[in-house]
Structures are given as structure tokens and as C-alpha cells.
């Protein structure tokens, strides 16, 4: 897998993708307890395997909120994950400066739903020469992010992959609308279904974003069901405690079992 990252159109194409992890890296214990759960289940299941996990939370609430443990202490947890475990890596970055530095670590750089049309974001993470994961702003349509990936072409980087995470419905909410795989695929690149992400209900009023993880199943059976190229799907050995986006992710307990589902449903729709 680590070889055939640096050229996405290289996975396996008789199975989804993942690229799952925490949310954010909290400390060693429990990326490193995630990561080889994960690795665990995938290599069981044969699904190619990508560890998610932020150096960094940006995009916070409220000023109290938590944003990581330090840049380069976190990316040192996520490099050793890479090298004991022989994974690749996936992790968001939100500045031009930050993609160069993530970069020595991951093998994916992420582009946050809503930072996708950040035209110096794109193009510095283009230059890494990594494969680079945009994620559909939740205010644009599935067509309208052929322009984030050709910024992305235009910069010289063929490797690009387009993550869905659902469509705002109002001021709390959001709707995933299935169509959108297929109209992203027809462009020309992956396509991704965020399955966790989509499940958020931001903007309580507590200033903590909400979620539904009681639906993710139902996302997660949907987007196989239409044909995706991977699942993103944060997980954690404890959501009810988790520092970040605890209210919409997985418990890892639950993981094993989904995943094995959502397998057979891939194999269902190729037979």
C-alpha cells in the first residue's frame, strides 16, 4: 500500500479504499491503539488501508476548543504509526506554509471541505508531489469541484482524489445527496464519501458541533451501494471522550463489523 499510493489510480479497484483514524491525534496511546485496529481489520478484510488522524484542528468553534498537542510532536506520533505499522498517511492541512512540513510525514494531504477553493492552499499542496484529497465544500455543488482539482492539475500534480461530506440543509444540518458520487466520478478522479463528517450537526448552540452516529451504517451501506472508490470514517476507542468530533464518530469496537458489511455489499454490486 505504500507503495501504490503515490499513484491512486493504482489501489484496488475489486474493494473500496478507507482512510480512517481519530479525529485528531490526542496523545500516542490511542492513535497508535486506533491505527492497529485498523490495520488489524483491513488486512482481515482486504480493504486497502489509509490512517487518518490531524496534527492540527483549525477549524474550532470556540477559542477553548482543542486544536492538537504541538504541529511536530503529533506528526512524530503519525510517522511512527507509518513506520511500525507500514501504513500510508492522511492528515488535513490549512495553510499554504503547512503543506511542505506535513509532507515529510503523509503520503495524502487533505484539503478541508472549507478551504477547498483556496487557490494558494491547493497549489502548495500540489508541489509536494503527494496525493491530495479535497473535500467538497459543503456550499458547492458535486460539478463545481472540477475546478478545485484542476488548480491542483494545473500545478502539476495528477494525483487527486474528491471527498464528498454532505451539503448544508439549513443552519444545522446537512443532507447527502447520492447523485454526487457518480456526477464527482464522471470527472475523473476517486471519489470519497466522508461518511462520519456528513453525520455532523454544526453550529449548536453550546458552540460543540452534534452529530447522528446512530446513521452512519445507513451513509456508510448507501455509498458502497452507489459505487464509491473509498470510505472516510473517523473511529475512536472511546467517542464519548474524544477530543474532537466525539459526537459523530464510530466506536472502534463497531468497526470490524461495518466494515464487513459494507464488503459484501461491494461485492454484491460487481458480481
Known amino acids: ?82 513506520n511500525t505499522l507500514e501504513v500510508p498517511i492522511v492528515t488535513d492541512i490549512h495553510l499554504p506554509e503547512e503543506a511542505q512540513m506535513a509532507a515529510q510525514v503523509a503520503d495524502v494531504l487533505q484539503i478541508p471541505a472549507f478551504l477547498c477553493r483556496q487557490t494558494d492552499l491547493l497549489q502548495a499542496a500540489a508541489e509536494t508531489d503527494r496525493v491530495v484529497n479535497i473535500k467538497k465544500g459543503q456550499f458547492l455543488a458535486p460539478e ?32 447527502v445527496d447520492m447523485r454526487g458520487i457518480p456526477k464527482m466520478q464522471q470527472l475523473g478522479y476517486p471519489v470519497v464519501m466522508d461518511i462520519t463528517h456528513s453525520l455532523q450537526q454544526p453550529n449548536r448552540t453550546s458552540g460543540v458541533t452534534g452529530g447522528e452516529p446512530d446513521m452512519i451504517a445507513t451513509i456508510a451501506r448507501a455509498a458502497v451501494a452507489v459505487g464509491c472508490d473509498g470510505i472516510f470514517m473517523e473511529t475512536h476507542p472511546n467517542p464519548a471522550k474524544a477530543k474532537s468530533d466525539g459526537a459523530n464518530m464510530l466506536h472502534l469496537d463497531n468497526t470490524e463489523s461495518m466494515l464487513r458489511t459494507l464488503v459484501n455489499i461491494r461485492a454484491c454490486i460487481q458480481a
Request: proline share 2%; with cysteine.
Open 1 to 82: 500500500m505504500l507503495n501504490t499510493i503515490s499513484n491512486i489510480s493504482h489501489l484496488d479497484r475489486n474493494n473500496f479504499f478507507l482512510l480512517s483514524g481519530p479525529c485528531v491525534v490526542e496523545n500516542e496511546e490511542i492513535t497508535m491503539r486506533t491505527a492497529e485496529k485498523l490495520k488489524e481489520i483491513t488486512d482481515k478484510l482486504g480493504i486497502p488501508f489509509i490512517f487518518k488522524a490531524s496534527y492540527r484542528k483549525a477549524n474550532r468553534s470556540r477559542l477553548d476548543s482543542f486544536m492538537g498537542i504541538g504541529d511536530q510532536e503529533a506528526l512524530k506520533i503519525l510517522e511512527k504509526v507509518k
Open 144 to 175: 463545481s469541484m472540477s475546478f478545485a482539482a484542476q488548480k491542483v492539475i494545473d500545478s502539476g500534480n495528477s494525483r487527486v482524489m474528491l471527498t464528498d461530506r454532505g451539503t448544508m440543509f439549513g443552519y444545522g444540518d446537512l443532507i
